[in-house]
């Protein structure tokens, strides 16, 4: 066996225990989370040897510990939940304990840690997706502030976020137009036609005061410059992808329901090596997307899935439900069987797996999908 060291990180600190061959410890410390405290740390490690380092999924607070170590030691991420010390014995310095004796002895796993590249176009795909919920928050705020003035024009329109007519009668009410057939100008001549000229020239009737124009205003600004900067992340991510990704890109959107963007969400969470996952069986389970097996005296506890990437779950769900809604593809033809005996959420969470277990075997074999091909590997339950 070789020196270990376990290290319990927190916020403010990191709670560090090496272990010499024996299991004996030559080292307990506690040390801080600035540069120059991580840089100590590292020192420390190095002058004692120690081969191996492992620490829990902390929040957020283990990616500068794992940048500032990850260059001289062979590193494990663990997932708390499978290192849980026993009840009564809780403390910092006995995590740390506890996660380098089950490093040295072999009994932890380490989780998935992208490089390099990988880890840019995932802060990047991530950026995306939050900037659309804040824009998303928005433009809900914008429509209960037109509704507050009792314009009701949103309740015809389809798409409240994306609706140039929309978008155009608000920025003509903050230029100061109040006169309904003014503003009824704008409206795409299908929406007119659908409802009625007078209805939708009724919905643009209301009582507006200044401070209404000011909330109007400043959400229509935050909004163009949160458009922007998706506008810019979202460049600077194809950028990164066309370069050093192309061919997995153009690989993955032979799968029914994925597009060059989803392509790019997914390969940013998993990556194009599959082999650090081993089998498509433990790819879904680090998902979370597979059942769990709670069973005792014979009667079975819970089946629900285990937490896992909430970023790859939310993308792949969207690929499943643009998967699902064609009836020439086989998974669009297995969902509508699939949702005859179930609930729908649970045969679109079926979809979602198989397009996953389809995801991995198009990159192990840096094949294109083919349906005859990766049936088998897909259709089992």
């Known amino acids: 066996m070789e020196k270990v060291c376990g290290l319990d990180v927190h916020k403010d600190s990191v709670f560090a225990c ?6 004996k410890r030559i080292l307990e410390k506690r040390y801080g989370t600035l540069t120059p405290d991580l840089t100590a740390l590292r020192e420390a490690l190095i002058e004692r040897g120690c081969g191996s380092v492992a620490m829990e999924s902390t929040s957020i607070y283990w990616m500068p510990v794992w940048h500032v170590l990850e260059s001289d030691f062979s590193l494990k991420l ?4 499978f290192i849980k010390q026993l009840p009564g014995r809780k403390s910092d310095v006995k995590d740390a304990q506890w996660i380098a004796e089950c490093l040295q002895k072999d009994l932890i796993k380490g989780s998935f840690v992208p490089e390099g590249i990988l880890q840019q176009m995932r802060q990047l795909s991530r ?21 507050r003035c009792n314009i009701r ?27 309904p057939s003014r503003l009824v100008r704008p409206v795409h001549g299908r929406t007119k036609n659908k409802h009625g000229h007078q209805v939708i020239a009724a ?34 991510l194809e950028e990164l992808a066309e370069e050093y990704f192309a061919r997995e890109i153009s690989l993955l959107c032979t799968i029914p329901g994925i597009q060059p963007y989803s392509a790019m969400c997914i390969l940013s969470e998993i990556g194009n090596d599959m082999s650090v996952f081993g089998k498509a069986s433990h790819l879904v389970g680090w998902a979370g997307l597979r059942p769990r097996n709670d069973e005792s005296a014979g009667k079975i506890q819970s089946r629900k899935t285990l ?10 769900i969207q690929v499943s439900w643009s998967a699902s809604r064609s009836k020439k593809t086989f998974l669009g033809k297995k969902y509508a069987h699939l949702s005859k ?9 079926a979809i979602t797996r198989k397009i996953l277990v389809v995801i991995f075997n198009v990159l192990r074999t840096e094949q294109p999908f083919d349906v005859n091909r990766n049936l088998q590997a897909v259709m089992p339950d």
């Open 307 to 316: 937490h896992g990437n909430k970023y790859l779950r939310e993308i792949l």
């Open 78 to 81: 663990v997932n708390p939940y």
């Open 18 to 23: 090496i272990l010499d061959e024996q299991g």
């Open 153 to 179: 024009f949103s309740n015809y329109v389809s798409n409240q976020g994306n609706n140039v007519s929309l978008r155009k009668v608000i920025e003509a009410l903050i230029t100061g137009e109040r006169d």
């Open 203 to 236: 919905s643009l009737e209301g009582v507006i005061n200044p401070t209404d124009i000011e909330m109007l205003k400043g959400c229509m600004e935050q909004i163009d410059l949160l458009e922007k900067q998706q506008a810019a992340c979202l460049n600077h």
């Open 341 to 349: 005996r179930m609930k729908s959420q649970k045969a679109l969470l």
């Open 127 to 147: 950026q995306c997706r939050r900037i659309t919920k804040s824009r998303v928050r928005l433009e809900q705020q914008m429509d209960n502030q037109l509704q």
